[in-house]
């Protein structure tokens, strides 16, 4: 536990405080609260990242990007170099129900929601950053919808949990490219080795650093290697349960003992 993420400086957690509540609450998975970031809130981040929203293991965590979907972000960020320089954020603070997302995106502009959003961008956009990557079409409408975004390389590609992994894997393997060229690597970043090929392989994962998340989490929460070479289709430590999902997480260890994981 010699690394671990202290929270957001005070000025931060003003603005934080002040997340307005989703435009339609039952959209949303409101009764779990919001959740904000994962990495460098000190203006160090040369790549900020935007997803859409949080899932189940990050609100576990409190920590945005962190399941199945953040450790392939993170093997992404690995593949440029960037073992801490990076910030990832998302277009909504609460979880969105996926069968309401279309409907969300287009509520992106309201003003409530888009002035903070946008104030909390502009507050971490430092002169440091040098690329964008937005995840997947309700990221890439918040970067859109941000009128103070930097000028540097914004790189639009899929989302992570996308389901169609051929368009996956050709946009990340050419924003992989792109941003090669462009983003400073970390002392010990590592920007040789392979790009992604024909099937997202478990090498393409990283596991997410102990520097990005909160003090006394078990070496378990941010990597899933586990769940997915077990048995069925979980990649996930954390479910969200079906009826009573809006109250309920189930949480397993991995390990010998304790029930399967779903």
């Known amino acids: 536990m010699s690394q671990f993420d202290p929270g957001p400086p005070e000025h931060l957690a003003a603005l934080f405080d002040r997340v307005p509540d989703p435009p339609v609450k039952e959209d949303f998975w409101f009764d779990w609260g919001p959740i904000f970031y994962r990495g460098r809130l000190d203006g160090s981040a040369r790549v900020l990242c935007v997803a859409s929203d ?109 389901r169609d992994d051929a368009k996956l894997l050709d946009g990340w393997r050419a924003a992989v490219t792109q941003l090669r060229a462009i983003v400073t690597p970390d002392d010990d970043g590592e920007v040789n080795g392979p790009n992604y090929g024909a099937e997202f392989a478990e090498t393409d994962y990283s596991p997410i650093p102990r520097r990005d998340l909160p003090f006394g989490a078990p070496a378990f929460l941010g990597d899933d290697a586990a769940v997915r070479a077990g048995p069925g289709r979980a990649r996930n430590s954390v479910s969200r349960p079906s009826p009573d999902d809006g109250h309920t997480l189930i949480w397993t260890a991995p390990g010998d003992s304790g029930p399967p994981l779903p």
């Open 54 to 162: 949080p899932g189940p293991t990050e609100r576990i965590a409190g920590r945005s990007l962190i399941g199945n979907a953040g450790q392939r972000v993170q093997g992404m960020l690995s593949k440029i170099g960037l073992t801490r320089s990076y910030l990832c954020l998302n277009a909504w603070a609460y979880a969105v129900h996926p069968s309401r997302a279309s409907t969300e995106r287009g509520k992106l502009d309201e003003p409530d929601q888009m002035g903070w959003r946008n104030e909390l961008y502009d507050a971490v956009a430092t002169p440091d950053l040098q690329a964008i990557i937005a995840f997947g079409g309700m990221a890439q409408a918040a970067v859109d919808l941000w009128p103070g975004r930097p000028d540097v390389k914004v790189c639009r590609v899929p989302h992570p949990s996308s």
